[in-house]
């Protein structure tokens, strides 16, 4: 709260499956008040592709 009353910004962490479908703003109602919100993502972390034949999901090895 005091990075958003000194600046007027708020940092959210979210996963996303597509930044791509990020959109660039969006209006948000909050009682009898409407804020715009602008969203940038920060960093894309690209992971491998989920294989479901892959059961040791823990990588601990039990599973052979």
Not at 3 to 15: C, D, F, K, M, R
Request: glycine share 6%; aromatic share 8%; with cysteine.
């Amino acid at each position: 709260m005091i990075h958003l009353w000194a600046t007027g910004q708020v940092h959210i962490l979210a996963a996303v499956l597509d930044v791509a479908k990020i959109p660039k703003q969006a209006d948000v109602c909050a009682g009898s008040s409407v804020y715009r919100l602008y969203f940038k993502p920060e960093e894309a972390v690209h992971i491998d592709a989920f294989d479901p034949e892959d059961d040791d999901l823990l990588g601990d090895g039990d599973n052979p």
